[in-house]
Nanobody
Framework: QVQLVESGGGLVQAGGSRRLSCAAS????????MGWYRQAPGKQRELVAT???????NYADSVKGRFTISRDNAKNTVYLQMNSLKPEDTAVYYC???????????????WGQGTQVTVSS
């Protein structure tokens, strides 16, 4: 059973920082793209950032220069360092990973349960 477990959410003041973590666990054969998405109340889920296994990254324009995604392949963990937070960053943040379990050896996307980040003004 593969699962993604996020941590690090909470309440932070505008201008502050927060670091999210997401660890993939279970019988994993390979782990490819990992990323973060977010969903604010009344809005659709949107991409925040992704990182592939060789470290190449992609960011939403709204977070470029403020957020940094990184990963530790040895720990099957992805991080999101969020700096200069704004009230509009308030959302539930979801971890996402394209991975292949040991069995069945079929690649598919997995989602974490989400972690709330609230930025107060």
């Amino acid at each position: 059973q593969v699962q993604l477990v996020e941590s690090g959410g909470g309440l932070v003041q505008a201008g502050g920082s927060r670091r999210l973590s997401c660890a993939a666990s279970g019988r994993i054969f390979s782990l490819n793209t990992m990323g973060w998405y977010r969903q604010a109340p009344g809005k659709q889920r949107e991409l925040v950032a992704t990182i592939i296994s060789d470290g190449d990254t992609n960011y939403a324009d709204s977070v470029k220069g403020r957020f940094t995604i990184s990963r530790d392949n040895a720990k099957n963990t992805v991080y999101l360092q969020m700096n200069s937070l704004k009230p509009e960053d308030t959302a539930v943040y979801y971890c996402n990973a394209l991975l292949t379990p040991t069995w069945p050896r079929v690649s598919k996307y997995y989602w974490g349960q989400g972690t709330q980040v609230t930025v107060s003004s």
